[in-house]
């Protein structure tokens, strides 16, 4: 079902000064930027491209209007899947709190708590 940790986000006030932070006093990498074109920016940075796992940096302000449930002052972890529905329905057959299955640019996404209301993301992954 979850096949990998995939990606870990971190929710930022200011996506270009993190990609700096990150870049220049870090030294990883910008492996990719993506836009919806509705305001969602979608920065992954890792210390090489060759990573299985990476960070997105997420704008904290976008994320808690989208999402208000979810606690933006940690990060939080994605996991990727190859069977995105089968999982879903097993989660939700389970009595899972699990969130709408959403289309992100990098793929469809939903999101699940575990039982103390941490919030997880399951990203398809082919």
């Known amino acids: 079902m979850i096949n990998t940790v995939g990606q870990i986000m971190l929710y930022v ?9 990150w870049t220049e ?28 796992t990476s960070i997105i940096l997420h704008n ?24 995105l529905d089968k999982l879903y329905n097993d989660l939700s057959s389970k009595q899972v709190t699990v969130g709408e ?8 996404i939903f999101n699940f708590a575990d039982s103390e209301g941490n919030y997880f993301a399951v990203m398809e992954k082919k």
């Open 60 to 83: 904290k302000e976008l994320i808690s209007k989208m999402q208000p449930e979810l606690n933006l002052g940690t990060p939080s972890l994605m996991f990727f899947s190859k069977d």
């Open 13 to 21: 006030n200011n996506q270009d000064e993190a990609v700096k932070f």
């Open 25 to 52: 006093k870090v030294g990883f990498k910008v492996i990719s930027e993506q836009n919806n074109g509705q305001g969602m920016r979608w920065i992954e940075i890792a210390p090489t491209n060759e990573v299985e």
């Open 101 to 108: 299955l959403v289309n992100m640019p990098s793929g469809r």
